[in-house]
Each structure stands twice: as C-alpha cells, then as structure tokens.
C-alpha cells in the first residue's frame, strides 16, 4: 500500500487548465481516469488527509504509485479523450456499466448487393442499419415474419442464397410470397435495395407513408374490381399495424428520444434506457455497475451518455435525451453529443406531462433491474461467504451454516397435506438432496403439527443412519466448502450419500414462532442438540429463533436476508408444486386405475369405444373383447374389477342444480372417463399455502 505523498506532484507542477488523468500503480497500470475543467483543482482533491477520502477513493489512492495528466483545450475534448482512455485501458476503478445480457438487435445489411435482415448480436458493423436493442430474439422474428409480406427482403443466409441461385430454385419463402427471390433473378438487385430500405424507413418509424400509400392502392384495386388484389393490400395493412401495436404509442407528438433513468445504493448502480422513435418504444436496455469511486448521479449519467453515445453517430444519436439529472457541467456534454449526431441534442430533465410519466416507467425498471441483479448476486462465491457470516452472526451461531435446509408445508383446504425438504450448500442450491413428505400422522389442516411430523421424521432417519455407520470424519479441509466426507458406511454401494446422511447446521421452517418452536421441540426429542433453528415469517420478512419473544430484524439490504428469502422462495415453491401434483393425479384416478396390468393406451382405447365407464360397467365380456388389444382373460379382469368398484356420484351444475348424467355433452371427467362434481373457480381453488 502506498503512501499518495510519495507520488503526490507539486501543486506548482499541475497545469490549471483542462485535461485527463490518470493514476497508475507500481506495475505501470493504469487503474484510474478522469477529467477536469481545472486539474490543479480536481488532484488536489485526491491528495489530502486520507480520512476525509470517501473508502473508494481512498482504496485507489493508495494503491496508486503515479499520476500523470494531458492537457487539452477544451473540456469536450477532454470527455472524448476520457472515454478513449477508459476503452483502452479498462482501469479497474473506474464505473464501467456491465450489460446483464447481450441484446439482439433487428439488423438490415444494407452493405450488400442483396440486403439481409436478420437478428445480430455484438459489436455493430459498418454498412448495416440497425433496430433496437429488443429484450429477446424471438420478438424481432414475430415483428419480421408481419413485415415480410409486406416486404418481402431476402432473410437467408450466404450459403442458402448461393445454393438457390446455383439450382435455380428459391427456398420456400420464395415460394409462398415472403421473399421476392432475389436468388433466381425474380427482382433485379436495385429493385430488392429500395425495397430493403423501405423497410428500414417503417422500422425507423416513418410508417404514414407507407399506409396511405397501401391504402389508396386499395382503394383503387376495389374501384376497377380486382377484389383479390384489394383483400391482399388489406390484409398488407393489418400486418404493418399490427407489427406495429407490438411497440406501444407513448408519445403522441412522434418524439424520438432516449430516456436514461438510474436507481442507486451505496455500492452499486443500475441504468436502465427506453429508445423512443416515432413516440414508440423501440428498444430497452440496461446495465448495471458497482460505484468504486464516491459519485453522483449526474456523473452516472454521464458515464452512461459515454457508453451508449462513445461509438455512435448521425441518427443514432437522437435528438433529444432526457436523463434524471443532469452532468455537472452539462454544457460539455451537450456539445459533445451535437458533434456525435451532426446536429443539436436537448440533454434535459422532463419536468411535466408524458415525457414525465414515460420516465417513471423508466426508473420503475432500473429500480427492478437492481433489485434483480442483488438477487442474482448468489453465485458470487464472495457474496454467498458474506451472507452466511451474517446469518451466523444474527443468529449467534458458532460458524457459519455450510449446509441449510428449509422446510415448508403445502395443502389445499386441509386436504393432500405435504411437506417439502430443500438443500442448500454453500449459499447453492443441491436438488439431488430435496426430499418430499406426505403427512401421515394426522387428518386435517395443522401446519405446526405437520412441520413437528416432518422434522420429527427427517432427523429420526438421520440419527438411524447415525447409529449404523458411526460419527463424522474430519479431513483437514479448511477451504470454505463442506469439507467433510462421509465414511463408506454413508454411502450407497454406488458411491452416492445416503438420503438423510448429512445433518445441517441450520434448519429454516417457513413461517414465526409457533413452526419454529414445533421444530425445535421434534429436535428436543430426539436428543439432538447441535442445529440450530430458526424461522421466516413472509409478512414483514422476520427472523424468528427458539425462545424468544421478538425476532431478529435483519437489514432489507443484508445478503444474509437474500439468502434466507430465497432458501425459503425454493422450499415454498417445491412444496406447492408436490401438492398440486397430488392432488392433480387424485382426481384422475378412476376404476381403471385398479385394473392390473392395463397401460393408458388400453383404458383410452376403452373408454373411446364405450363413451364412458357407465357404458362399459354395463358391457358383456364379448362386447368388452371387441377392443383391439383386450383378450378374455384381459375382459374377466376388467368386468370384475368394475364390479367391485362402487359408481361414481353424479355431477352436479351448481349454477342450476341440475344433476348431469353420465355421457352427456358438456359432462367434466376424468381420464378414466367417470364425471367429477362441478363447482365455481373459487369453490375449487381454494387456498393454498
């Protein structure tokens, strides 16, 4: 670590004029740039008592060995020079935006001698107009498959084109009027240019013209009669409007512009953008960073303005962009996006009316784009160590939890009562070690007596593998992970542990005090008194421990929280898909179902010949023979099986009271053909937990 006074240069020595700087460090990296309308001003700031440095600041200062600075005339050059350095040298301090995925973009080759349109990804290239960014693929192809009948530009790639050409046969757009086949000269190759720069006129959102010009094309085909040629244009006409109903009028006065909204926290910073052309909304992107450097919002603008504008020119730099807030100073900015465009550029903050409320809907997003980027944050190996410390801490545990599992129960009205069981190792999750429980002690809707059940029968089968194959054996490991393995004895003869093998250091029960004290009692009773315990109640997301009246408030920012909230999130979600599963398969059993030794294709095939069970409860055994695949023996067992199985009740319209009779159109079944009693969404959806 050094020390800033051995490097810090005379203030004599500093030109008090504009430039860029740039901190290196003992290796000759650079590891800092910035700008500055006065240089002697902004390194004095860096070079003084380093307690009053903001911890980032004072992070890069120290471990800084120089400082050198160019000098410029103007502060516009400075922003370009700033940017250039940053791409060059990809200094570790600096706000760098991380684009959370690669955005496909809808892109027309308008360098060739027949242009493409196709999805691109990456770098942009010179020649092609692009369209976008959209959120995903499959969107740009819904909008292009409208478009193509309309017009019909060549979609094909090199290989595709060259072989049509070679055979004289065009792919099958060509031949269903998606493509006017370049390929096999049906267009000559200026013509199929102006028609790909039609479309990207639409796509830019110029789309009046073309309506009226299909309309009054339109008009004109019905006036001399030629009704198939006037019910194509129409049908033209709603494939252009409804490519254009996908992108959602915002904005009536036809505005292009750029909105940029940024939602914050201490550490790290999420831009979201809505590309605005024609007053739609054409594209959204985003990106987020962590803010290694004290900085204000007007500098994340800035720096976002960098990244979207620094390699852009003419139209793709629109002419107005409306920001949150603006850079400090905003002039420079200003003119250095009026040079990038060739024309004037309002950098402004919308202060009423639509552009106001377009921008809310902006900030929602990057405020959701932060709060999903924290929640992602878990494969973080740094961050999954911190957030089991702080659980360890909160909860007063010796170490931290390597190993946690999550219990939650699920039923519907009490009925179908099951339980899940999920894993989660080192802050991940282990799916291969999730465990389900159906609740068998009991009948009836209790959910602290169901989590007692569950828990009472996991550890009992943990302390039986326990008792069987002898304790633990420690190997040294002091890298983090679970560094102990089991003995032979808890394996499987195939070498996988056994199902309840492994004891956790924390068990989370989904919900407050009266689950959590459920479990700890099943734990009390066992004699195991080396897990903790604890709970999460979903209202106001608390942590509830054994014994204690109030629970523990965990900051809404820790990753200690994140943790629990998603150990919880998976153990609620594997319980409720079981449940539904259950109860799903219990209202398609039918008395087919008894029947051993008949597959689905054999009860489908009955049911398709008799219409219902009824019909067939009532068949003889020759008539039961007719179906393809039944032998006698097969027909004996299926008449003796219907026998005993008592007929199904009658359904019931609840609407009407009205009892249906089996067979009858409308009729609800199962798959075994029999009717089940009808009721309103509400009366069978009951609730579910």
């Known amino acids: 670590m050094a020390d800033p006074s051995s490097y810090r240069p005379k203030p004599g020595d500093i030109p008090d004029s504009p430039g860029v700087y740039r901190f290196r460090d003992e290796h000759r990296r650079v590891i800092y740039v910035g700008k500055a309308k006065s240089l002697r001003q902004r390194l004095a700031n860096y070079f003084q008592d380093l307690a009053n440095l903001h911890p ?97 530009v ?18 099958l757009l060509g ?10 000269g049906r267009i000559p190759a200026e013509d199929h240019w102006e028609l790909a720069d039609e479309f990207c006129d639409f796509m830019a959102g110029r789309t009046g013209t073309h309506l009226r010009r299909l309309e009054k094309q339109m008009t004109q085909a019905a006036d001399e009669m030629e009704y ?39 550490l790290e910073a999420a831009v979201q953008i809505f590309h605005v052309r024609g007053g739609r909304v054409r594209g959204q992107r985003g990106w987020v960073t962590d803010k290694v450097e004290e900085i204000t919002t007007g500098a994340l603008v800035e720096h976002a303005l960098q990244q979207l ?45 639509d552009k106001k409320a377009l921008m809310e809907t902006v900030q929602r997003n990057a405020q959701q784009a932060l709060v999903l980027h924290k929640t992602r944050r878990a494969s973080d190996l740094t961050t999954r160590s911190r957030a089991l410390e702080e659980i360890a801490e909160a909860l007063d545990l010796d170490s931290a939890p390597l190993r946690i599992e999550c219990y939650d129960i699920s039923h519907l009205q009490g009925d179908d009562v099951v339980a899940s069981m ?70 499987d003869d195939d070498g996988r542990p056994k199902k309840f093998a492994y004891p956790p250091q924390l068990v989370v029960v989904d919900g407050g005090q009266p689950q959590v004290a459920a479990a700890q009692r099943a734990l009390d009773e066992l004699g ?34 994140y943790l629990l909230q998603r150990v919880r999130d998976e153990a609620h979600r594997f319980a409720i898909t079981y449940q539904r599963a259950k109860r799903a398969k219990r209202f398609r059993a039918g008395p087919l179902d008894e029947v051993p030794g008949l597959g689905d294709t054999r009860k489908q095939a009955l049911i398709k010949h008799f219409g219902s069970v009824k019909k067939l409860r009532s068949a003889t055994l020759d008539q039961i023979q007719e179906v393809p695949g039944i032998g006698r023996k097969t027909a004996e067992t299926i008449a003796a099986a219907l026998a005993l199985a008592a007929p199904a009740a009658p359904a019931v319209n609840t609407a009407t009271g009205e009892i249906i009779e089996d067979g009858e159109p409308g009729t609800t079944g199962d798959s075994s053909g029999e009717p089940v009693t009808a009721g309103t969404p509400d009366e069978r959806r009951g609730q579910e937990t």
Request: net charge negative; charged share 30%; hydrophobic share 35%.
């Open 154 to 171: 060549r979609t094909c790639s090199a290989g595709v084109f060259k072989n049509a050409a070679r055979t004289g046969r065009p792919c």
């Open 228 to 266: 198939e040629r006037a019910a194509r244009l129409r049908d033209d006409i709603e494939a252009l409007k409804k490519a254009m109903e996908k992108n959602a009028v915002v904005l009536a006065d036809a505005t292009d512009a750029d909105l940029i909204a940024v939602a914050e926290d201490e």
């Open 528 to 561: 195991i008194d080396d897990i903790a315990v604890c709970g999460l109640a979903k209202r106001l997301e608390e942590v509830w421990v054994p014994g204690e009246s109030d629970p523990v408030v965990l900051p809404r920012t820790s990753e200690g929280l």
């Open 56 to 152: 980032r600041t004072r992070t890069m200062v120290t471990t800084a060995a120089s400082v050198e600075w160019t000098v410029v005339s103007t502060e516009v050059e400075a922003l370009q020079l700033e940017y250039s350095w940053i791409k060059e040298y990809d200094p570790r301090f600096n706000v760098k935006y991380r684009d959370d995925k690669s955005y496909p973009y809808l892109a027309v080759t308008m360098n060739e001698e027949f242009p493409r349109v196709q999805v691109m990804r990456g770098h942009k290239k010179k020649g092609v107009r692009y369209f976008g960014p959209y959120a995903h693929a499959w969107a740009i192809r819904d909008t292009v498959d409208l478009l193509l009948r309309v017009f019909p």
């Open 309 to 353: 504008y620094g390699e852009e020119s003419g139209d793709a730099v629109p002419k107005e962009v409306l920001v949150p807030a603006l850079p400090e100073p905003v002039e420079p900015v200003q003119e250095w996006l009026t040079g990038r465009r060739g024309a004037g550029v309002s950098l402004r903050i919308p202060q009423r009316g």
């Open 422 to 491: 999920v894993v989660f190792e080192d802050g991940l999750q282990r799916k291969g070690e999730y465990r389900r429980f159906q609740i068998k002690g009991f009948a009836g809707q209790d959910d602290v007596r169901s989590m007692h059940e569950v828990i009472t029968r996991r550890f009992r089968r943990y302390l039986a593998e326990k008792e069987k194959t002898g304790e633990w054996v420690d190997d040294g490991s002091e890298d983090g992970e679970l560094g102990n393995e089991p003995r032979d004895g808890l394996k």
């Open 175 to 184: 031949y269903i009027g998606k493509c006017s086949a370049p390929c096999v």
